[in-house]
């Protein structure tokens, strides 16, 4: 529930993500190998996925292309006077898209070339969504002060 979370807009969301997962992970029992990985892993891909069919399904990813990706600077001050569960909901507002990617990237450890493969997006598209992101984020913590 903790890996849909991420890439949800709210809880009946994942729980929506987790059971298509579930669902999807008994069809596909039988396929699992443990000489290639843990069931952990394998699970946790199965969540993943799910989670970003629903979000495609929900929203249309722009190709928008980014020679060179700003690294916004947000101060740790900031950070460290929000909780966890506030900064995740602040993640939750972005648009779908750029959702997905900042949770694939920033929580995940998804390179740009992954999350471009996952997603059917370019690499340059995947490294603007994240940078939006970051703006966006930066912006609402500084203006916000959780």
Do not use: C
Request: a neutral charge.
């Amino acid at each position: 529930m903790a890996i849909a979370m991420r890439y949800a807009t709210d809880e009946q969301e994942a729980a929506d993500i987790l059971g298509q997962s579930f669902v999807k992970m008994f069809r596909s029992l039988h396929t699992f190998d443990n000489t290639k990985g843990n069931f952990h892993g394998w699970l946790k891909k199965i969540v993943i996925n799910e989670a970003l069919d629903h979000i495609k399904q929900r929203s249309r990813f722009t190709s928008l292309e980014l020679e060179s990706a700003e690294e916004p600077y947000v101060q740790n001050s900031v950070i460290e006077k929000n909780d966890a569960a506030a900064i995740l909901q602040l993640v939750r507002q972005l648009p779908p898209a750029t959702h997905a990617v900042f949770v694939l990237y920033a929580i995940d450890g998804y390179t740009h070339r992954e999350i471009a493969t996952q997603l059917n997006i370019s690499e340059g598209t995947s490294k603007w969504h994240l940078s939006e992101a970051r703006k966006i984020l930066q912006h609402k913590l500084t203006a916000t002060n959780i």
